[in-house]
């Protein structure tokens, strides 16, 4: 069974650039979720997806973000017009369909800098 | 507005002892936690979890106890392991209440030390 990957593992842009970054869920989770994590603090939620499906967003998640999941397996997240503030880590994370009380299992992240 | 906190950055605890991380939580909704381990450059790895209709669950050298009426759970390393050095991250999702799978809200963590 492999874990969530995710692509690139660093990324490094100037400000204004547009970034996409990559989730491969582990494979037979319907459930994809979006976090973002800065120093010192928890993961924050983003988005979630259901199969294709984009059920929740974030107020974090402005309209510079655009999240995609498009045959309800891997995943994608792009932000454009990049500033300083993106500077974060990117946390995806997938979990079973099983029933409500399952583990969300995360990948190790994109590290994105903006110089 | 912190809904889930971790009001202890960090601990330091000596190998065989007990470690014990704690979490206050502000939404009565929260109805499923859950205890995450993170090593630097790695994402969170998932310890143990806790549904609202338990107060205690058990796996191996970690203990999650959960009391509802506080608002507050801890998790019980023992005995704790210099490999156990990790921040642990406590969460909490609104599961049941929504129907579906809900987002987790994270604690700000707590940076555990196991000393020789």
């Known amino acids: 069974d492999t874990g969530v990957s995710q692509n690139p593992r660093h990324k490094i842009t100037k400000r204004g650039q547009n970034v996409t970054f990559r989730c491969d869920p582990i494979s037979e989770h319907n459930r994809l979720y979006w976090y973002r994590q800065t120093l010192g603090q928890g993961p924050e939620f983003l988005t979630y997806f259901q199969n294709e499906a984009q059920l929740e967003k974030s107020r974090l998640l402005s309209d510079r973000f655009s999240a995609e999941r498009p045959k309800g397996s891997f995943s994608t997240l792009e932000i454009q017009r990049t500033e300083q503030g993106d500077s974060a880590m990117y946390l995806c994370a997938s979990s079973s369909p099983r029933d409500n009380n399952q583990p969300q299992h995360f990948g190790d992240g994109t590290r994105l800098s903006i110089l | 507005d912190q809904q889930v906190k971790q009001n202890s950055p960090s601990l330091s605890v000596q190998e065989g002892r007990i470690s014990i991380l704690n979490c206050d939580y502000t939404?009565?909704?929260?109805?499923?936690f859950l205890w995450y381990k993170k090593y630097p450059a790695e994402g969170p790895t998932f310890l143990i979890s806790?549904?609202?209709?338990?107060d205690k669950n058990e796996d191996g050298r970690f203990t999650v106890f959960l009391n509802k009426s506080a608002k507050h759970l801890s998790l019980h390393i023992v005995p704790s392991q210099p490999g156990d050095s990790a921040v642990y991250f406590c969460a909490a999702s609104e599961a049941r209440q929504t129907g579906t799978a809900s987002k987790l809200t994270f604690g700000t963590g707590t940076r555990l030390q196991v000393t020789l």
């Open positions: 939404n009565s909704m929260f109805d499923y």
């Open positions: 806790i549904s609202s209709i338990k």
